[in-house]
T-cell receptor, first 112, second 113 residues
Framework: GEDVEQSLFLSVREGDSSVINCTYTDSSSTYLYWYKQEPGAGLQLLTYIFSNMDMKQDQRLTVLLNKKDKHLSLRIADTQTGDSAIYFCAETVNSGYSTLTFGKGTMLLVSP | DTEVTQTPKHLVMGMTNKKSLKCEQHMGHRAMYWYKQKAKKPPELMFVYSYEKLSINESVPSRFSPECPNSSLLNLHLHALQPEDSALYLC????????????FGPGTRLTVT
């Protein structure tokens, strides 16, 4: 079955790097995603990675995928207070429908 | 333009009321989604429309009734809701059912009294 796990909370200081981790169980996952949700807002698609890749970089964001261990991480370089939000890891599987299965979300708190 | 809009932003309704949530996108996307999100929880899929036809209903109670009048609009009609239905209702869209990029709206915060 599908299951996506994340740690619930991460606290960092402004300027540090943040690393948010996620594990998934379905080996037929095709795409893995990171969404950001600020308080009271919808979800913003930050980045995604296809399952045959092991790394993707986009400005301050680096996604690492270890397919053997079914482990996904999101590194945010030079973390800013505006990065404080909940970060959801999500996956889609190769079922013909791209329905998202979300993790429970990691709350990132960035202090000045 | 990757914008999905939702109205209203907030809604308070009694258990005997009938109300509707609206979602709109002008990206030419042919798949649209309704999600429900309770506080401190991830979004849960409710319905999926593809080319204006209902493709997925995740066993949602009939007091929630979706409607897709055209490819840009998605409604969620609400009737006889319960207080436990209070949540953030999120709409999303994607190019098609097999598309890997889903774009979310800001949500409607619903409170049932």
């Amino acid at each position: 079955g599908e299951d996506v796990e994340q740690s619930l909370f991460l606290s960092v200081r402004e300027g540090d790097s943040s690393v948010i981790n996620c594990t998934y169980t379905d080996s037929s996952s095709t795409y893995l995603y990171w969404y950001k949700q600020e308080p009271g807002a919808g979800l913003q698609l930050l980045t995604y990675i296809f399952s045959n890749m092991d790394m993707k970089q986009d400005q301050r964001l680096t996604v690492l995928l270890n397919k053997k261990d079914k482990h996904l991480s999101l590194r945010i370089a030079d973390t800013q207070t505006g990065d404080s939000a909940i970060y959801f890891c999500a996956e889609t599987v190769n079922s013909g429908y791209s329905t998202l299965t979300f993790g429970k979300g990691t709350m990132l708190l960035v202090s000045p | 333009d990757t914008e999905v809009t939702q109205t209203p932003k907030h809604l308070v309704m009694g258990m005997t009321n009938k109300k509707s949530l609206k979602c709109e996108q002008h990206m030419g996307h042919r798949a649209m989604y309704w999600y429900k999100q309770k506080a401190k929880k991830p979004p849960e899929l409710m319905f999926v429309y593809s080319y204006e036809k209902l493709s997925i209903n995740e066993s949602v109670p009939s007091r929630f009734s979706p409607e897709c009048p055209n490819s840009s609009l998605l409604n969620l009609h609400l009737h006889a809701l319960q207080p436990e239905d209070s949540a953030l209702y999120l709409c999303a869209s994607s190019q098609g059912l097999s598309s890997y990029e889903q774009y979310f709206g800001p949500g409607t915060r619903l409170t049932v009294t």
